[in-house]
């Protein structure tokens, strides 16, 4: 019990450093739920280079809306709950957000950024479209 409580604890000063933009806390948390979450993945998508790139997809979504933790429930159990969002949306053919990791040449990338913005528009996807991290 006496370890379950600590491990409550560890977790929850992990989640406010990240929301305040610790970039060890998120490293930290990323490898405390990478393995669980990408078995989650694995089980659900049944493929596992589909399986990494969900779990890359759910721990954006995670660290995007991080914020929005509000300690309602116990942090693994949120990230479980992003994580099989992530599958289902992938299983119902809903496109999953894009995301540019590098922004180095950043007058070519707006404009394809906007190309490619103005493309999901025109053609109905239901997704939105993510741009950085």
């Not at 991080?66 to 994580?83: E, K, P, T």
């Not at 894009?98 to 990338?109: I, Q």
Request: glycine residues 6%; hydrophobic residues 40%.
């Amino acid at each position: 019990m006496k370890d379950e409580n600590h491990h409550e604890e560890s977790e929850r000063s992990l989640v406010q450093r990240a929301q305040c933009g610790d970039e060890q806390a998120c490293a930290a948390l990323f490898q405390s739920y990478k393995r669980v979450i990408w078995s989650i993945c694995l089980r659900m998508s049944t493929d596992r280079a589909e399986a990494e790139d969900l779990t890359q997809v759910a721990f954006l979504q995670v660290f995007r809306s991080l914020n929005s933790f509000g300690g309602d429930c116990s942090f693994s159990i949120w990230l479980y709950r992003v994580a099989v969002n992530a599958v289902l949306m992938k299983l119902q053919g809903k496109s999953l957000p894009v995301v540019f990791l590098d922004e180095s040449s950043s007058d070519s990338l707006s404009s394809d950024r906007r190309s490619l913005a103005r493309e999901a528009a025109g053609s109905g996807l239901e997704s939105e479209l993510f741009f950085g991290i």
